[in-house]
């Protein structure tokens, strides 16, 4: 047998391919895992799906319960649409056992032989045989052995016991007595689950790994989601290979908008899309999307304020065959709701919207619209822009050309802000603002940095309409851009020809 044949027989899985990840190949076989957390925070979920693992690779599993009946797993299994056929599920404490008994055993422990209890798992496993094994729970244990030294005596010699019949284990524990750092020390790994409220929306789950011996893992937070049909782990940070593409160009189909970016943006580069509300930085994230689905490449579009119905319509009016596109699976439209989702899930949909297509048709163009809404959905959060440094990243190594649009506070003038200062993390950022001119309201584009190209210097006019997005030829006579509010001082002729019929 080869080394690395040995290492994958040394591991086995716990049922949920995210936390595998964590651990980097899963749970190393035949050792005693410690799982804490507070009532509610998914132990009970964990260790069953560890079990419903083992079940599907042939391994004999047996549940080991104290807290809950058989009848009440069973119904927990039915909840998430699992049946827990071929898993042994033992009761410490059996129904038809005397209540005052079981009483007497909990209040009175002196008079009681945990012994016993002990020597029913010992029976009940070298009966069986498992594979794996979770113990549910250790607060019972705790409470049976009124005491520190005795408690740890009894955890030790069952650890000591498992040692001998190659199975991997689970002890399951509440955390009712505090952080009991003796008996994590017992244990050869500690994954704990974690959950807190939030100001809105659903509270916040967690799962951290705070000791795996003789392995590296995946250290930090990892955000925790408990929904029908299990645990789902999205781990910290996204990573992976970078891929192969070429230097091209990304086109925005409008050769006046690719001659003020200096012949378009890069493959794998990151464009700010910024300017007050309305002004139509969504619109030209969306050309560009549009433009890559008739190269015959995807598009992702994560809409965070506006609905698709909302953007479908608008799209319709300016001339964009969006709907089109997303029918044909080239333009993929994804509505996330706002204080429902954490930052390493929308890394991992993020991921999971660009991976699996790379090999047939390659994701090209990913638009978060906007920044905003980001920002504002996770408001609890404090670290948002590094895992948008991290996200974006990502994308970078796999030639995506990531667009954000971030929406200014105010209209005009100096009172126009952003929300946060992003403008470090992009790679180019166009700027649109709002001028006045012979008594009109006009709309300003301009490519204010590009670092992938010798982008143009000059201020154009655009409209939107039936006819699409269209920009003029540069415009000189401007004061005051800086400032936030640009204002033409040129004459009416250099302005788009269009103007007057609009007005009347």
């Not at 052995?145 to 040692?163: D, H, N, P, T, V």
């Not at 890559?292 to 319509?313: D, I, N, P, Q, T």
């Not at 509010?485 to 019929?501: C, H, I, N, Y």
Request: net charge negative; proline share 3%.
């Amino acid at each position: 047998m080869t080394d690395n044949e040995t290492e994958e027989r040394a591991r086995v899985s716990t049922g949920i391919g995210a936390l595998d990840d964590v651990l980097h190949g899963g749970l190393t076989a035949d050792r005693l895992y410690l799982i804490e957390g507070s009532p509610g925070s998914g132990k009970t979920t964990l260790g069953m799906q560890f079990l419903l693992a083992g079940r599907d690779a042939g391994e004999k599993g047996i549940y080991v319960t104290r807290s809950e009946s058989a009848v009440e797993l069973r119904d927990i299994a039915r909840s998430h649409g699992w049946c827990l056929d071929g898993i042994e599920i033992h009761e410490l404490v059996r129904p038809d056992e005397d209540v005052d008994r079981v009483q007497y055993t909990m209040f009175e422990p002196a008079e009681v032989e945990l012994g016993a209890t002990v020597g029913d798992v010992h029976k009940q496993i070298d009966s069986i045989k498992p594979d794996r094994i979770v113990f549910d729970s250790l607060s019972e244990m705790r409470l049976l052995s009124q005491g520190a030294l005795r408690y740890r005596r009894e955890i030790l010699a069952l650890k000591q016991f498992l040692a001998g019949r190659h199975c991997t284990s689970l002890l399951l524990d509440d955390k009712s007595d505090g952080d009991d750092q003796e008996l994590q020390s017992l244990a050869h790994g500690v994954i704990r689950l974690e959950q807190r409220l939030t100001d809105y929306g659903g509270e916040r789950r967690f799962l951290r790994v705070t000791k795996f011996r003789g392995s590296d893992f995946i250290g930090g937070a990892h955000d925790l989601q408990l929904v029908r049909g299990g645990i789902r782990v999205y781990p910290r940070g996204i990573d992976g290979p970078a891929a192969e593409f070429d230097g091209q160009s990304v086109s925005s189909g409008l050769p006046a908008l690719d001659s003020l970016l200096g012949g378009g943006l890069a493959k794998g580069s990151s464009t700010l899309l910024l300017g007050p509300a309305g002004i139509g930085k969504s619109t030209t994230g969306v050309q560009f999307a549009v433009e890559a689905a008739k190269r015959g490449e995807r598009a992702v579009l994560f809409e965070f304020e506006e609905s698709s119905h909302a953007l479908f319509l608008r799209s319709k009016g300016l001339g964009l065959p969006l709907r089109r596109y997303v029918d044909e699976g080239l333009i993929e439209v994804r509505h996330l709701k706002a204080g429902e989702i954490t930052p390493n899930e929308f890394s991992m949909i993020v991921r999971a919207a660009v991976e699996p297509y790379e090999r047939s048709r390659p994701t090209s163009v990913v638009l978060i619209d906007s920044l905003n809404g980001y920002l504002n959905s996770m408001p609890h959060e404090k670290h948002l822009m590094i895992q948008l440094n991290d996200m974006l990243n990502y994308l970078a190594k796999r030639g995506v050309a990531t667009f954000l649009v971030v929406a200014q506070h105010g209209m005009l003038g100096r009172g126009m802000a952003t929300p946060v200062d992003t403008s470090y993390l992009a790679d180019a950022v166009i700027l649109f603002r709002y001028f006045e001119a012979d008594g009109e309201i006009h709309r300003a584009i301009s490519v204010v940095k590009n670092r992938t190209a010798n982008h143009e210097r000059t201020i154009r006019e655009f409209s939107m309409g039936e006819q699409g997005f269209v920009i003029g030829q540069p415009l000189t006579n401007f004061r005051g851009v800086l400032s936030g509010t640009p204002e033409f001082v040129g004459s009416q002729d250099a302005l788009m020809p269009d103007r007057e019929k609009r007005s009347e």
